[in-house]
């Protein structure tokens, strides 16, 4: 018996742009300070109208494009929880064919930040995160794109209780919230753009 090749599903295509949020999959972590990742990975695919994500990568994928003519991307929910992230977004770059490990972008909750603060950057620390940590270990650089979300921190430095902060819900305004993940897409908008 000959076996045929190629069979199975066909290579995806290539992207200009990896977005990575990060979060933990599940109801039980929906809604917290450190799934604000996940949150501005769904905008960006609502604002630039990317099909309903598939199984691919331990996690969830939508691709295409910005929009007419612009750039394209694809827009990863790493599903392995947040401390392995980078078993999600490694294979993934290497499949979709990432030019550039710059042009990796990582949404992630910043506790260094308050509340509401959004900052872009590329590379520099890992700061405890285990998501990125996670990130560099695989990806083997810690010279990837972030947008850092400001969630805060508790007035306690005790690992237990920052803990608690960040798998906790958060307590301000619907509104607020809202408004901080229109902010962080944006910022990574104008990222994959070209005019950060």
């Not at 770059?93 to 064919?97: D, E, K, S, Y």
């Not at 608690?164 to 301000?172: C, I, K, N, Q, T």
């Given at each position: 018996m000959r076996l045929r090749r190629g069979g199975g599903a066909k290579a995806p295509a290539p992207v200009d742009w990896l977005v990575v949020g990060l979060g933990n999959p599940g109801p039980r972590y929906a809604g917290t300070r450190h799934n604000v990742g996940f949150l501005v990975a769904d905008a960006l695919a609502a604002r630039w109208e990317l099909p309903r994500p598939r199984k691919a990568f331990q996690g969830l994928v939508?691709?295409?494009?910005?929009?007419?003519?612009?750039p394209r991307v694809a827009v990863l929910w790493p599903q392995t929880y947040?401390?392995?992230a980078g078993r999600s977004a490694g294979p993934a770059?290497?499949?979709?064919?990432v030019p550039a490990l710059e042009q990796v972008l990582v949404l992630?909750?910043?506790i260094d930040l308050p509340f509401g603060e959004v900052r872009t950057r590329v590379g520099g620390g890992l700061a405890g995160h285990n998501g990125l940590k996670s990130l560099r270990a695989e990806l083997g650089d810690p010279g990837f794109g972030r947008v850092r979300i400001g969630v805060g921190r508790p007035d306690s430095t005790d690992p237990e209780i920052v803990a608690?902060?960040?798998?906790?819900?958060?307590?301000?305004p619907r509104e607020e919230v809202a408004a901080l993940v229109e902010r962080a897409g944006d910022a990574a908008e104008r990222v994959v753009l070209g005019g950060a």
């Open positions: 939508a691709d295409g494009r910005t929009g007419p003519g612009g947040m401390n392995e770059r290497g499949a979709l064919r992630h909750d910043e608690a902060y960040v798998l906790g819900r958060f307590s301000e």
